[in-house]
């Protein structure tokens, strides 16, 4: 995403390194750190100085080849791994929660009660009089708004789109004839959760939802917004009713994802894929382009561009046939 958008989101900061991490179980390296000052937070690889960030395990350390953090949460034993490029590294039991524990210092989400910013609202828009419109929404050209809709604070719908009854969109720029269907909710915060030494949290999530040209929601589907980064959906993608999204998710151009599709956190789903019903995608897998995967399979590994995968787990087509054949084979002679 880059730096915050601050048609969502505030800005609290420059912290000190000192207040930031105040009644959190984390060792400085060294007093003299202490007075350092921080901006924002962000993802490791792509962080700059004057900002904060963490490292989850040493499986990720590859992050840190492009990090320029001013200080990363890290546990003890990949300490040596964050110094080794002059970042301050903060020790702690729970980097991914500490993270969120400041996180939650450092920016403010603007809710619908914001009144900072003029809405625009083209002439030739249709916006229904039950319909609840945050501040600093920018709405385009024969953009239809349904009774009892609620756009949320920054919002900008692109010309020609349709949003459905009921439908709740918040921190999302949407465009052009776009179609959403009634009860879709757009751009709420995605299922991130961490523990530390002060119980459980939620991550606070500060990206946002960024939907291309003639996209289609059904009804009742869940797109989150990015937690750091942001959920994109691209040019031409349909998605079906009860479909749920998570944080950080790419979808390429043309996808299309049937009824009850459940895609995790971070998964890439390449252009021109299809997922058939009720299929479900573990976290940061995946999909290269063409893809095809069956209703009903569970997908746990990558997906090579153009093969057509099925099953639980879901495996290339073939493979999974041949080992239904030979289930119903054994099953058959079982009973002889």
Request: proline share 4%.
């Amino acid at each position: 995403m880059g730096m915050l958008d601050t048609r969502f989101y505030k800005a609290n900061g420059p912290f000190s390194l000192s207040d930031l991490i105040d009644g959190l179980d984390v060792e400085l390296p060294h007093e003299k750190f202490a007075d350092e000052l921080i901006h924002s937070g962000s993802m490791l690889s792509v962080s700059v100085p004057g900002q904060i960030s963490f490292l989850g395990s040493k499986r990720h350390k590859s992050q840190v080849d492009t990090a320029r953090a001013t200080a990363c949460f890290v546990q003890k034993n990949n300490a040596e791994i964050v110094g080794n490029k002059h970042i301050i590294p903060l020790i702690s039991k729970t980097p991914k929660a500490h993270f969120g524990r400041v996180m939650k210092k450092l920016v403010s989400p603007l809710y619908l009660h914001s009144t900072k910013g003029a809405s625009t609202i083209a002439q030739s828009a249709s916006v229904h009089a039950t319909a609840v419109l945050g501040a600093g929404v920018i709405i385009e050209e024969n953009v239809v708004i349904s009774p009892y809709a609620v756009i949320g604070p920054g919002v900008q719908i692109g010309a020609g789109t349709f949003i459905g009854p009921h439908v709740h969109i918040e921190y999302t720029i949407v465009g052009q004839d776009c179609k959403i269907k009634s009860n879709a909710i757009i751009g709420g915060a995605g299922f991130g959760v961490a523990t530390d030494e002060n119980g459980i949290m939620d991550i606070p999530h500060i990206g946002r939802v960024i939907m291309g040209d003639n996209v289609t929601i059904g009804s009742q589907t869940s797109i989150d917004r990015g937690q750091l980064d942001d959920t994109e959906l691209g040019d031409g993608v349909k998605i079906d009713n009860l479909v749920q999204i998570g944080h950080n998710v790419k979808i390429g151009a043309n996808a299309v994802l049937a009824g009850q599709v459940g895609v995790a956190g971070s998964c890439v789903i390449g252009k021109g894929v299809q997922l058939g019903g009720a299929v479900g995608l573990a976290d940061h897998i995946t999909i290269g382009d063409g893809a095809f995967v069956a209703a009903r399979s569970g997908v746990m590994h990558d997906i090579p561009a153009g093969e057509t995968w099925s099953g639980l787990p879901a495996m290339p087509i073939r493979q999974h046939m041949r080992m239904v054949s030979a289930t119903r084979k054994l099953s058959q002679s079982s009973k002889k």
